[in-house]
């Protein structure tokens, strides 16, 4: 199942990807938010909304965040081998966890803006795994059980900042630069572990082209290494981490105002980002 919050009228409504387009869940009398199903909440009623085809789909939807409470955002860095060699000439003995702040966080669709005093402003297409429950000290083999489901994630990075001291943040938080979305997938519908093609494109150009399998540590890893030093929060996210094809390698041009990114995830789908003078 895909699920989506849009923007309506009344407020942020819950909403479901289906072959007919999206429905609003909320409008159709589910009175649970994103949040509360992301949580565990009782959403057998879903299905039927998906099956029934007298509801209309929503035209031309504006997506919020694909959670309503921001919470923990944290990104895990050098995740695929070859993007690890290139930007640090060395494979992490353990998963690189940073953090970005919740001013980063913005729906599919969204115009980032990038300040004119910096100019290294980066892409990278990540998968982007969703707390379901809470989760401290998990083991790795209990730790799918913590997902509630998948999106698609940019990780817009300022990196002549972000490498100026050992701690990223400067680099990684600035307003706009954790683009989300456009919608979750439930982890039943979705495994990390397939061969699933995960790229950016930029301005129609394909930067980074993978799959979701060449990550150096699984989702499973990542979740309960995480949840040893943090405790995880249904309605979390995070960033798994980029293939190799960043600007930040040399081949391709920083972003510039006026730039359109897409990350796309086989699978999941794709979110499309406008950069715009900051």
Known sequence: MKLCNIKTDQGIHLALVTERGI??????????SMDQVIAGADASKLAEIAADAS?????????ANVVGKTGNLICVGLNYKEHAMKSANMLPE??????????????DNSEVAL??????????AELVIV???EAWGVSEEDAMDYIFGYTCGND???RASQKRTSQWLPGKSMPGF???GPWIVTRDSFDPNDDHMIRSIVNGEVRQNAVTSDMIFSCAKIVSYASKYLRLEPGDLIYTGTPSGVAGEGKFPFLVPGDLVEVEIEGIGKLTTRMVQG
Request: contains cysteine; proline residues 13%; negative net charge.
């Open 115 to 124: 300040p004119p005093w910096e100019k290294t402003y980066d892409y990278e």
């Open 55 to 63: 509801l209309p789909a929503v035209e031309a939807p504006v997506y």
């Open 94 to 107: 353990y998963p690189v966890l940073f953090a970005k702040l919740a001013q980063a966080l913005v729906p």
């Open 23 to 32: 429905i609003d869940a909320t409008a159709a009398g589910f009175g649970l």
């Open 156 to 158: 817009v990075s300022c």
């Open 178 to 180: 954790g683009p989300c």
């Open 131 to 133: 707390i379901g429950k």
